[in-house]
């Protein structure tokens, strides 16, 4: 994506300090420790929380309405961390105003949120981009990396879980109309994973969503999506708060090998090595999320590829949107843009 002018650093602005994971605290650290990036402003609804952020960034501006901010500091990268179903509408806010734009996972909540944002950065020549940073899970890069080396030989059929049984709490999280649904917290992540894992297109994805316990909370109780890929390659992911026995987060299935991921520091690897079997572990790498940040900065300063494409987020909003589209209709359904 190109970028909007030449500048020697970037002034950042955080939008949304809630206490929940302190992850307006978190990008703000992440920001201060970038070379090239440094910390201006933090915005937030709740004055306790732009204290807060005061007290932990003494130099900074706060502001408790957007517009406000928007209009009086003098910022180049607006960071958006809040919650699901305001991404979009802060996003385009931020791209309107002459704001380079990172928006926390997932990107928004539908396809046509997503085009809209990246519609907008296109036109105004501005970055935007989504902070899944979990691309740079030491877990995630260990397992990218024995693919890649085509140890397990050609990737054909991927399972990936979460989650376990027990109630989901009472939050926004929990809270359909603004979380998006059970798959639109750690479901983007696995999502993007699996993308990177699986670089083929989408041909449709089928989707199976029940709801039969938790009702005093609006998301579903278990989502499942099963993707089919160009290749043939199946790819089937489940979220579950109903599920008492659970199965390993990766289990990756290969022409020449297997990956099986339970957590833990390491997954178990078996392949074909000259005509015998290996059967053994391979250790997490060490995982960094300051690496997003760091490509960012090299982006807008320098011109480097951006890590995190907003058209690669899309594709995630794009399979959680088309699941439920098919839980609904009751048929496999073809994938927006692939």
């Known amino acids: 994506m190109a970028r909007k002018a030449k500048v020697k650093e970037i002034r950042c602005g955080v939008i949304g300090y809630g206490a929940a994971f302190n992850m307006g605290r978190a990008h703000a650290d992440w920001i201060t420790k970038t070379e090239g990036m440094r910390l201006v402003a933090v915005c937030d609804i709740d004055p306790s929380r732009t204290e807060a952020a005061k007290a932990d960034f003494p130099w900074i501006s706060t502001y408790n309405d957007l517009d406000e901010m928007l209009e009086k500091e003098m910022m180049d990268l607006a960071v958006i961390v809040t919650p699901h179903n305001t991404h979009a509408p802060i996003a385009l806010k931020c791209l309107r105003s002459g704001k380079h734009v990172v928006v926390e996972k997932p990107m928004c909540i539908t396809v046509k949120e997503a085009t809209e944002m990246i519609e907008e950065a296109k036109k105004a020549n501005l970055m935007l981009s989504v902070f899944h940073n979990r691309r740079w899970d030491g877990d995630y890069m260990a397992i990218k990396r024995v693919v890649e080396k085509g140890l397990i030989g050609k990737v054909f059929h991927v399972e990936m879980f979460g989650g376990g049984y027990g109630h989901p709490g009472y939050w926004w999280r929990s809270d ?81 090998g297997t990956i099986v991921d339970q957590g833990g520091g390491s997954f178990r690897l078996i392949t074909d090595v000259d005509g015998i079997v290996v059967d053994g572990e391979v250790k997490y790498e060490r995982g960094d999320w300051s690496q997003y940040y760091k490509n960012v900065a090299a982006h807008i300063l320098h011109g480097e590829p951006l890590a995190v494409k907003p058209e690669e987020a899309r594709r995630v909003i794009a399979v959680m949107e088309t699941a439920e589209i098919s839980s609904r209709t009751g048929r496999s359904e073809p994938v927006p843009f692939e």
């Open 176 to 256: 359909k109309r603004i979380s998006g649904g059970a798959f639109y917290d750690w479901g983007a992540h696995y999502i993007d994973w699996l993308l990177g894992i699986v670089k083929e297109r989408m041909v449709s994805v089928t989707g199976f969503f029940h709801k039969y316990v938790w009702n005093d909370v609006t998301n579903e109780d278990q989502v499942h999506a099963i993707i089919r890929f160009e290749s043939g390659a199946v790819a089937d992911i489940q979220f579950s708060s109903i599920a008492r026995a659970v199965k390993p987060r990766w289990r990756i299935l290969g022409t020449k």
